[in-house]
């Protein structure tokens, strides 16, 4: 079974400041990929980033990067330079993979976490 | 385009009225996934299939049902067991294939509400 907890139900941030958003992971899983997703109000919603348990380097996507600590079983969102448009919920998931990287069975999400930008 | 088309984008429903949600992808996606979320909470699983004609219940799969006939195409119907169905509906596909991120698309969602 896996299971995903974000901790902070809501997170402030300044404008042009960097923010961490929490994620840690629990899975009997070997192999497992980690996602973080925005979802804005209007609902949909928008891949940021995706780390491999395997991946030895912590992925980066623009301003966002994902602090993967496989030991603690964590891989915290790290968005860097905020921006007003950055204001939405964050889902972090994550799915079981075979040792190829083929996703396959359960994605399981967290509760998500509210980041406000403050101008 | 390709994309994930979840119809209708609002659906009202009445006590003791069965409803089906329609998702279709045109991504090739092996795999979907339908998806609940409650305001101001997460999304939980309902069910998910990784190929034509077989899908498996997620963690909330009481008072739903799902058909997997094409690889394109994943309805659910609410049905009139489900005690609670007000919620937010999401549809995702996800490519199964190793060697590319297998990052899930999501439809743009469907509102029911129980009237």
């Known amino acids: 079974a896996q299971k995903i907890t974000q901790t902070q139900p809501g997170m402030f941030v300044q404008e042009k400041e960097a923010v961490t958003l929490d994620c840690t992971y629990d899975t009997s899983d070997q192999s497992y990929g980690l996602f973080w997703y925005k979802q804005p109000s209007s609902g949909e919603m928008i891949f940021l980033i995706y780390q491999g348990s395997y991946d030895e380097q912590n992925a980066t996507e623009g301003r966002y990067s994902l602090n993967f600590q496989k030991a603690r079983k964590s891989a915290n969102l790290v968005i860097s330079a905020s921006q007003l448009g950055d204001s939405a919920m964050y889902f972090c998931a994550m799915s079981p993979e075979d040792a190829g990287g083929t996703s396959y069975g359960k994605l399981t999400f967290g509760q998500g976490t509210i980041l406000t930008v403050h101008p | 385009d390709g994309g994930i088309t979840q119809s209708p984008k609002y659906l009202f429903r009445k006590e003791g009225q069965n409803v089906t949600l329609s998702c279709e992808q045109n991504l090739n996606h092996d795999a979907m996934y339908w998806y609940r979320q409650d305001p101001g909470q997460g999304l939980r699983l309902i069910y998910y299939?990784?190929?034509?004609?077989?899908?498996q219940k997620g963690d909330i799969a009481e008072g739903y049902s799902v058909s997997r006939e094409k690889k394109e195409s994943f309805p659910l119907t609410v049905t009139s067991a489900q005690k609670n169905p007000t919620a937010f509906y999401l549809c995702?596909?996800?490519?199964?294939?190793?060697?590319?991120?297998?990052?899930?698309?999501f439809g743009q969602g469907t509102r029911l509400t129980v009237v």
């Open positions: 995702a596909s996800s490519i199964k294939t190793g060697g590319v991120i297998p990052e899930a698309f």
């Open positions: 299939s990784q190929i034509v004609n077989d899908f």
